[in-house]
């Protein structure tokens, strides 16, 4: 009877014993678990990361700011030679009259 | 020890083993924590920095590759700006052609041709004066022929007050004239608005002094003050 009652408790102890491992193994499944979302949560900011930099970067490549600048210069050396073609003209007949008078006047 | 005391030392022992197996149980926890936070943490830093640097890359690429196609526009704005200085000062110096044409026509002088003759003349004593030969061929436009033989004498007598020298003899070319005044049917073909050509009789010294060669001349020593004028300050030439 006692030896009946000893096993019992030896078994309870067991028991125990068995269902503590089972507590430590679930912990350590939980933090395998964990250390797996850290990576997975982590890989996850990097793409959001990644396509909020390359959202910036396609910004900046898309030339519209470039095409701007590129037709302001256009319309500035437009302008700039219109100007050049004018004030030109104003003094056009005394170069010529100057050139005419060097060809046909001697220092002989 | 009896059946109770036995019991209660066994659940005793039963509540120690689950109490240090939920104590591993949460250190496990407190650590699974710790270590994600890390580890995150550590797998964000390295992977950004990784990502920054490449995308930093990539910009700093396209920033170099803006500034060298604005340096291109630029240049080619520039290039525009000087071709078209270009453009105004060779119209200039086509206008002048075209008027010189007109200086050895009838109409530019007092309405006749004395004033052209007196340039001829000119020419030739500037011609004698600069080969100092006593010999020279002369070659002139058909067109001026009558011209310039008219007034040979005068320009030889003046050339001798002037130089100090005995008259030269001068032959002027009667078999090979200077090219036509230019027309309207073929204005490529080779042309001559006026003047003379003298050379020494071997030909080996040659003076041009014809109204385009001058043209010529006058141009390229006036181009500075020429390109002053038009753009206010000097251009290369």
Known sequence: M???????????????????GRIVSAARTAKLARMKQAKDEAEKEMEEYRSRLEEEYQTQVSGTDQE??????????????TNLKESSSKVSKDIVKMLIKYVTTTAA | MNDADASIQIQQMVRFIRQEAEEKANEISISSEEEFNIEKLQLVEAEKKKIRQEYEKKEKQVDVRKKIDYSMQLNASRIKVLQAQDDIVNAMKEEAAKQLLKVSQHGFFNHHHHQYKHLLKDLIVQCLLRLKEPAVLLRCREEDLDIVESMLDDASEEYCKKAKVHAPEIIVDKDIFLPPAPSDDDPHALSCAGGV?????????????TLDARLEVAFRNKLPEIRKSLFGKVGAA
């Open chain 1, 2 to 20: 006692d030896s009946l009652r000893g096993q019992g408790g030896i078994q309870m102890l067991l028991t125990a014993e068995q269902e503590a």
């Open chain 2, 197 to 209: 050509v003298l050379a020494s009789r071997d030909g080996k010294i040659v003076c041009e002094n």
């Open chain 1, 68 to 81: 701007a600048d590129a037709k302001r210069l256009d319309d500035e050396t437009d302008v700039r030679i």
